[in-house]
């Protein structure tokens, strides 16, 4: 054992009154360690160790995981078309997954004894972080203060102010955490179950008042286009989206769930790229797969957005589901047309060699090329045999 430990380190109150209580009441040395999934520039991230630092920690380290995030986890959310609830993306619960495995791997790089976080009694990361330490850090001592003393926000600034910290102490009226996959935004409203968020809580305000055309282009279910421009890493393309969707206030709403503790959470998310793709992606997929490979992707990807945000993302099974949403996405590729106007975009329809509304074969509704007239009646009889016999059966002993 030494006295290392890595702190998982966003520069909020709870994490710097876990980087002073940990090296001075505990005595421990100190290492920050703040994990960028796509939510802060290079400026934020500066002022981020600036305040480490001065907190007398002994290093501070930022990583990027944003590529990662996509590569092990957003992709698949896209393949699966994951929303939980029918509404929300995951933007917060998937990227702590990341975020967890990202430290695990940082303690073991340095050899640290302990790990600590800043999560409190109430919520769904507690549960995350510890999981994927308790799989990946047999060994290392997990240190949570916040959950541990059950320390109210005025004790935590009490406790900062006595050794001298200076930062502001005013609770902002909404929090907010961005990444990559969207922007969630917490606020007294999201406390009741009736009342929505005002215009000025949302992050990104409404500036576009047009009507925007635009396309995206995917290839075997990965977006790489966005607009008549290429990408080299769907990362850049998700980026590029969100810069010119979010303006337009789309992608916005208030999510109601079940937390893992048991109780109900209520959230409001901005998310305008991962609504668009989500829901492009999921029209050109009913173009070009087939009635069961729709059907079993839906049962799979549901059981698969809930087991991720639930924290188990190490678990086995999912390799197992990522390894046939990856191989459902063979001939998943073309355009999809999007429209864009405040407050809502329309998927118009899409353009793809593999779309199977083919003509050649049919037109619904209007004229059969692929089969006559007697082989569907000869199919129906046969299609509807064992009900025609159960109700032949049974009716007659009524």
């Known amino acids: 054992m030494n006295n290392k430990v890595v702190l998982a380190y966003s520069g909020g109150l709870d994490t710097t009154y876990c980087a002073i209580y940990l090296s001075k009441v505990k005595g421990l040395e100190v290492h920050a360690l703040t994990v960028n999934t796509g939510g802060f520039n290079d400026e934020e991230i500066s002022q981020i160790e600036k305040r480490a630092m001065q907190l007398g920690v002994k290093s501070f380290t930022c990583v990027d995981v944003t590529k990662e995030y996509y590569d092990s986890c957003i992709k698949y959310l896209i393949y699966g078309n994951v929303l939980k609830n029918a509404t929300y993306p995951l933007s917060v619960s998937a990227e702590r997954m990341v975020q967890a495995i990202a430290v695990a791997k940082h303690v073991s790089k340095t050899g640290a004894s302990y790990v600590a976080h800043g999560s409190t009694g109430a919520g769904n990361d507690q549960v995350r972080f510890d999981m994927v330490f308790q799989s990946m850090l047999p060994g290392v001592e997990i240190l949570t203060p916040i959950r541990d003393m059950r320390l109210s926000r005025e004790q935590e600034i009490d406790f900062l102010k006595e050794h001298g910290v200076e930062m502001n102490f005013a609770k902002a009226q909404y929090s907010i955490n961005k990444g990559l996959w969207g922007t969630s935004v917490g606020g007294k409203e999201t406390l009741t179950s009736k009342d929505y968020l005002p215009e000025q809580a949302w992050p990104t305000q409404v500036t576009e008042t047009g009507t925007k055309q635009i396309d995206l282009v995917f290839e075997k279910g990965e977006l790489i ?42 959230v409001g998310f901005e998310a305008a790229a991962p609504m668009i793709i989500i829901k492009g992606h999921h029209l050109l997929e009913k173009h070009t797969l087939t009635k069961w490979q729709l059907y079993w992707k839906d049962q799979l990807s549901s059981w698969y957005g809930n087991w991720l945000h639930e924290g188990q993302m190490l678990d086995p099974t999912m390799r197992n589901i990522e390894k046939f949403l990856e191989d459902t996405q063979v001939t998943v590729s073309g355009k999809v047309f999007v429209t864009l106007q405040p407050y809502r975009f329309i998927i118009t329809g899409i353009e793809s060699e593999h779309d199977l509304m083919s003509s050649k074969f049919g037109s619904y509704g209007e004229m059969n090329k692929g089969w006559s007239g007697d082989d569907v009646k000869g199919f129906a009889k046969i299609f509807g045999n064992q009900t025609s016999i159960y109700h032949k059966v049974n009716d007659s002993e009524k």
């Open 225 to 266: 286009g966005v607009d008549k421009k290429t990408f080299k890493h769907p990362v850049e393309a998700i980026q590029y989206l969100q810069s010119i969707a979010q303006p337009f206030g789309v992608g916005r709403d208030i999510h109601v769930g079940d937390t893992i503790i048991g109780i109900k959470g209520r």
